[in-house]
């Protein structure tokens, strides 16, 4: 056991639901590490501050969540690659004096896809709906995964092709933008649909509904043979994965949450602060009976 604890955080606002706590000091414990590992709730205009305010007071480690990635990325001192690829981070690590930005969520969500579902991402199409935060930092690690061209559908078409504008450089011709009214039929040359939209977030999960015809509220436009024998993700977990059981309900050939994705993006985390990963499957075992 060491010494000190490692002062290491997440912030967010709204932060109270967050399951990053558990899931590292499952981590900490299952290493031997002394960690201290709190949420933060910094007012929506005051990210700076407060993340400054964190490493002044020791932190070594702060992972970085709605709304605050944007703030996180400018923030940073340095930036890894795929943080800067992805123009967010959620995840920022004191080293050398200097705090640098990293992304793990493409990361994570494609350890998930490829190794908990075994799925094949090699020369299948992606469709992403959503162009926020969410969807910027798995584009680069849908790539890097062997994925042959990304669609990006948003309802305000101007910020997918914003997008697009920012990978279509190193990816002429592999990245498009569509608007969610042009998805009101099939996409036949679509393998992966990823959700990356806040659908999940805005939505009463206590309301009832029938799953399997009503399309998750902001996406009622999606055709459900968009879905059908296709491999479907949403980066939403638990109740709020309305998109992966709707999927599901129309058929999907694979339909599944963020619940690993979220786990397997702080082991990338972890790695990144204290030097190893640790194994996740115990972890992720039992959060998915807590969130079932």
């Given at each position: 056991?060491?010494?000190?604890?490692?002062?290491?955080?997440?912030?967010?606002?709204?932060?109270?639901?967050?399951l990053?706590?558990?899931?590292?000091?499952?981590f900490?414990?299952?290493?031997?590490?002394?960690?201290?590992?709190?949420?933060?709730?910094f007012?929506?205009?005051?990210?700076?501050?407060?993340?400054?305010?964190?490493?002044?007071?020791?932190?070594?480690?702060?992972?970085?969540?709605?709304?605050?990635?944007?703030?996180?990325?400018?923030?940073a001192?340095?930036?890894?690659?795929?943080?800067?690829?992805?123009?967010?981070?959620n995840?920022l690590?004191?080293?050398?004096?200097d705090?640098?930005?990293?992304?793990?969520?493409?990361?994570?969500?494609?350890?998930?896809?490829?190794?908990?579902?075994?799925?094949?991402?090699?020369?299948?199409?992606?469709?992403?709906?959503g162009?926020?935060?969410?969807?910027?930092?798995?584009?680069?690690?849908?790539?890097?995964?062997g994925?042959?061209?990304?669609?990006?559908?948003?309802?305000?078409?101007?910020?997918?092709?914003?997008?697009?504008?920012?990978?279509?450089?190193?990816?002429?011709?592999?990245?498009?933008?569509?608007?969610?009214?042009?998805?009101?039929?099939?996409?036949p040359?679509?393998?992966?649909?990823?959700?990356?939209?806040s659908?999940?977030l805005?939505?009463?999960?206590?309301?009832?509904?029938?799953?399997?015809?009503?399309a998750?509220?902001?996406?009622?436009?999606?055709?459900p043979?968009?879905?059908?024998?296709?491999?479907?993700?949403?980066?939403?977990?638990?109740?709020?994965?309305?998109?992966?059981?709707?999927a599901?309900?129309?058929?999907?050939?694979?339909?599944?949450?963020?619940?690993?994705?979220?786990?397997?993006?702080?082991?990338?985390?972890?790695?990144?602060?204290?030097?190893?990963?640790?194994?996740?499957?115990?972890?992720?075992?039992?959060?998915?009976?807590?969130?079932?």
């Open positions: 056991m060491s010494h000190f604890a490692y002062q290491l955080g997440v912030a967010g606002n709204p932060i109270a639901h967050s990053s706590p558990d899931i590292h000091q499952a900490a414990a299952s290493l031997g590490h002394d960690v201290v590992y709190q949420r933060y709730l007012d929506r205009e005051e990210f700076r501050d407060g993340a400054a305010t964190f490493f002044q007071q020791g932190g070594v480690g702060l992972n970085v969540t709605v709304p605050f990635k944007r703030d996180a990325y400018q923030f001192d340095r930036l890894d690659g795929l943080a800067a690829a992805a123009g967010a981070v995840t690590a004191l080293q050398d004096g705090v640098v930005g990293y992304n793990t969520d493409g990361l994570g969500m494609v350890r998930d896809l490829q190794v908990r579902y075994g799925a094949s991402l090699s020369g299948l199409n992606a469709l992403i709906l162009a926020g935060g969410a969807c910027r930092g798995i584009i680069q690690p849908l790539f890097d995964a994925i042959g061209k990304i669609c990006i559908a948003n309802r305000t078409v101007a910020n997918a092709q914003a997008l697009v504008e920012r990978f279509d450089q190193e990816y002429p011709d592999r990245i498009t933008a569509v608007g969610f009214d042009q998805l009101t039929d099939d996409v040359e679509v393998q992966l649909i990823v959700n990356s939209t659908s999940g805005n939505q009463d999960s206590k309301q009832p509904r029938d799953a399997s015809r009503e998750p509220d902001g996406l009622q436009r999606l055709s043979a968009l879905v059908a024998g296709r491999l479907c993700y949403d980066l939403s977990y638990g109740e709020q994965a309305h998109f992966a059981r709707w599901q309900a129309q058929g999907a050939l694979l339909s599944a949450d963020g619940l690993g994705m979220l786990v397997e993006q702080a082991a990338e985390s972890y790695r990144i602060w204290l030097g190893c990963r640790p194994d996740t499957e115990s972890v992720y075992a039992s959060l998915r009976h807590k969130t079932s």
